[in-house]
């Protein structure tokens, strides 16, 4: 089992930056890809950024395309979200997610996570 505790989010206005963490413990040592989705009031969890553990290949969606920065450290397992030029339309709870092997399931689908953190509030308003 692997457990995520994420920290990071908080209240900015538009254009403001903001870096989230998320540290695994546990079987940290099944994970293959670690990323953050996020999930608006009375919308979808939607994907944001994944990074893949055996290429460091990073994979945003077109949203936060230019804005985001995924990354991760190894030696403490933890996942990191860089924001910036923040918009109000970027106001959601942001979710870590990791998961292990897979085979033909989309990296930008809920399913090839396994393990979810508790989710930390991004909110930007004037």
């Known amino acids: 089992q692997v457990q995520l505790v994420e920290s990071g989010g908080g209240s900015v206005q538009p254009g403001d930056s903001l870096r989230l963490s998320c540290a695994a413990s546990?079987?940290?040592?099944?994970?293959?890809?670690m990323g953050w989705f996020r999930q608006a009031p009375g919308k979808e969890r939607d994907f944001v950024a994944a990074?893949?553990?055996?290429?460091?290949?990073?994979h945003y969606a077109d949203s936060v395309k230019g804005r985001f920065t995924i990354s991760r450290d190894a030696n403490n397992n933890t996942v990191y979200l860089r924001t910036r030029a923040l918009k109000p339309e970027d106001t959601a709870v942001y979710y870590c997610?990791?998961?292990?092997?897979?085979?033909?399931?989309?990296?930008?689908?809920?399913?090839?996570?396994?393990?979810w953190g508790q989710g930390t509030q991004i909110t930007v308003s004037s």
């Open positions: 546990g079987r940290t040592s099944s994970i293959m890809i």
């Open positions: 990074v893949l553990l055996s290429s460091e290949s990073t």
């Open positions: 997610a990791m998961g292990g092997p897979s085979v033909g399931i989309n990296i930008r689908s809920r399913q090839r996570y396994r393990y």
